[in-house]
């Protein structure tokens, strides 16, 4: 059974491994998430990427532009696999970006702007080969002024996929976890340590997230509430996360 990673790389290995175990048992439309405000997605993508670099020149990485594609090719330097962009806002060709011998293909950050060529790409690659996102911003949608029917799109399309790996920081107090196959938890800082107080089959809502937070500060020890308390797993991974952002 997974355990809270301690730092951003304990995190990515686990992703790596949790990504690996689904495509294992046959999932095919995974994404993972690691949900740090300051994150930035190149240096995690070069750490998890080298995880499935036995697929050699059958694993394709796609970038929604070609801003991303070309700074991935210069810093990367020569790798085993291929880098794509998905061609946004020029008039390129989904189909040719989607090869017979391609086999595995992972998306890097892509938003809601991207979803009905996401929707599309699935089409392309069909059911029996792994399409993998890392850390896609597409939950985030209602906040820029979308219309419904992309709302729509959105949420036909999120349904379609299965978050094998999933870690977000509340207030640095709690974070909501899950590590494939495992279920979907809640842990709560106590006395410095991290406990977890629930477990889910499905991914809680905010208003479950609230609510088990806050029965597990009423009942902790000595009365102290885990807001008083100092965290120090998430204040380790945010000054590694600066250190990153630097």
Do not use: H
Not at 157 to 181: D, G, M, N
Not at 200 to 221: N, V
């Amino acid at each position: 059974m997974a355990q809270l990673p301690k730092t951003l790389e304990d995190a990515v290995i686990q992703a790596i491994e949790a990504t690996q175990a689904a495509i294992a048992d046959g999932q095919t439309r995974l994404q993972v998430e690691l949900l740090f405000p300051e994150l930035k997605f190149m240096p995690v993508a070069e750490q998890f990427i080298p995880g499935f670099e036995n697929y050699g020149d059958k694993l394709k990485v796609l970038f929604a532009d070609a801003g991303a594609c070309a700074l991935a090719r210069r810093d990367w330097g020569s790798v085993p696999y291929k880098i794509e962009d998905i061609g946004t806002g020029r008039a390129a060709s989904l189909e040719s970006k989607i090869q017979p011998e391609d086999e595995l293909f992972l998306f890097i950050s892509p938003t809601t702007q991207e979803v009905p060529q996401l929707e599309q790409l699935c089409q392309l690659i069909g059911d029996t080969r792994p399409f993998v996102m890392l850390n896609p911003r597409l939950e985030d949608a209602g906040t820029v002024g979308i219309g419904y029917a992309a709302r729509q799109i959105r949420e036909r399309f999120i349904k379609t996929i299965e978050s094998c790996y999933y870690l977000r920081p509340i207030f640095e107090e709690a974070a909501v976890f899950r590590c494939y196959p495992g279920m979907w938890e809640i842990w709560l800082e106590n006395s410095g340590n991290y406990e977890k107080v629930a477990e889910l089959p499905q991914r809680p809502t905010g208003e479950e997230i609230d609510a088990i937070i806050a029965k597990g500060q009423r009942t902790t020890a000595n009365g102290e509430t885990a807001q008083n308390k100092k965290p120090s797993m998430f204040r380790d991974l945010q000054r590694f996360l600066k250190a990153l952002s630097s």
